[in-house]
């Protein structure tokens, strides 16, 4: 028998995420009006963290039905990021979707200790939250081109946190501490800023999405991490280019936001060493 949430559970878990799905590299919104005056549309699933029946993704046989029903067991997600947790266990454990949890409830808990500073007619706090993208950039997986073979902060994790950075407005350590707290890019009140951030994040999702791509086809080679910093090696010009042409489109599509904000824009790359594709 499945050991189902309650719908009092279902609401409790939606609300402490936000009413937005807790994987912190989405935040997606998950309810919306309906055409029906009366009814709301809901895009959100609350799901279970270890499975609800025997057989299911991370069951727990300790634990009982009431443990495995509560709030505690359960995470607000997205459809996409629901099916998404299910479908690797091993990369998606107890302890990462538990991460998720406390990072999308602390970024819905800053949301609303921040109302005194939401969007309104200044433009100061647009001005902040840029300041701090800036912050999330000055890193060298946004300064160092790609070489044939060299090194470079672990590439993959860094534009992962640079996403949940943006989204949610802080900006972690290694060691989970926080760096730099601020606003997500929702809160930004100039739209043509906001959407520019909507499209450097899902350039920053592609960018991960032909890393994992390029792995598995064997056009990067990728040595082990030594103090944050990972060996690689390119086998494909093509795939090199694309990811420092990439990045450059995004430092420069930033830019032009820093240029109107007044604050210092950034360049990509830092500095020019000797290109392989020349
Ligand atoms: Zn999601």
């Not at 029903?69 to 990462?96: F, H, P």
């Not at 706090?125 to 081109?145: G, N, V």
Request: proline residues 3%.
């Amino acid at each position: 028998m499945r050991d189902e949430f309650t719908s009092k559970t279902k609401e409790i878990l939606s609300k402490r995420a936000g009413a937005r799905c807790s994987n912190p590299n989405c935040r997606k919104s998950t309810f919306a009006p309906h055409t029906d005056i009366n009814k709301s549309i809901n895009i959100g699933v609350a799901a279970h963290i270890t499975a609800a029946e025997i057989g299911g993704p991370r069951y727990d046989p300790n634990m009982t039905s009431e443990e495995r029903k509560s709030v505690e067991n359960g995470i607000w997600l997205c459809q996409v990021d629901a099916k998404l947790i299910d479908s690797d266990e091993m990369r998606y454990t107890v302890e990462i979707i538990k991460e998720w949890r406390a990072i999308s409830e602390k970024a819905a808990l800053l949301d609303i200790e921040c109302y005194t500073h939401l969007p309104t007619a200044e433009t100061g706090e647009d001005k902040r939250i840029i300041r701090f993208f800036s912050q999330c950039f000055d890193r060298p997986a946004f300064q160092d081109e790609f070489v044939q073979e060299g090194s470079i902060e672990a590439f993959d994790r860094a534009i992962e946190d640079t996403i949940t950075a943006i989204n949610v407005g802080c900006l972690k350590d290694r060691n989970g501490n926080i760096l730099f707290q601020c606003l997500g890019k929702s809160y930004l009140s100039n739209t043509d800023w906001r959407e520019k951030m909507d499209s450097i994040v899902d350039m920053l999702r592609a960018i991960r999405s032909r890393y994992h791509l390029a792995i598995q086809l064997g056009q990067i080679s990728i040595g082990g991490e030594n103090k944050g910093k990972q060996y690689y090696v390119f086998h494909n010009y093509e795939v090199a280019k694309w990811f420092d042409e990439t990045r450059a489109q995004i430092i420069y599509l930033f830019s032009a936001i820093c240029k109107e904000a007044g604050i210092p824009k950034l360049v990509f790359p830092r500095k020019r060493k000797t290109s392989i594709y020349g």
